[in-house]
């Protein structure tokens, strides 16, 4: 079983990317609202924000938020849901759409699989 975490800053996505993950029965998502550190910061009165600022603007400039999605997943299903993603997405590889990544889950109660 993994532990597969998506950071979506294309939150413009989510609805599709939900549908699509329904449609193939990947169930028991939980979507948290979430902000990078770069938006964080830039918000607050902070010393190097010239530097802040730099960042920002190799980052989409509305950007103001993203989604964070989890799942527990089995591990063949990784794959399906790595498509599913980029497919919705546009591919995780273009600037600012996001991040996904898979951690080892080695102890699960609660959840009937």
Same mark, same amino acid.
């Given at each position: 079983m993994k532990l597969v975490t998506i950071i979506l800053n294309k939150t413009e996505c989510l609805d599709d990317l939900l549908e699509q993950f329904g449609e193939n029965k990947i169930s028991g998502a939980t979507?948290?609202?979430?902000?990078?550190?770069?938006? %964080?910061?830039?918000?607050?009165?902070h010393e190097d924000m010239f530097f802040?600022?730099? *960042?920002? /603007?190799?980052?989409?400039?509305?950007?103001? %938020?993203?989604?964070?999605?989890?799942?527990?997943?089995?591990?063949?299903?990784?794959? *399906?849901? /790595?498509?599913?993603v980029n497919e919705v997405t546009g591919g995780l590889d273009h600037p600012d759409t996001g991040i996904m990544f898979t951690l080892?889950?080695?102890?699960?109660?609660?959840?009937?699989?």
């Open positions: 979507i948290i609202d979430s902000r990078g550190m770069v938006q %964080e910061l830039v918000e607050h009165d802040l600022m730099s *960042l920002r /603007s190799l980052l989409n400039p509305t950007h103001k %938020e993203n989604k964070t999605i989890i799942t527990v997943a089995k591990d063949e299903d990784v794959a *399906l849901i /790595s498509k599913i080892p889950i080695d102890y699960l109660e609660g959840l009937n699989h």
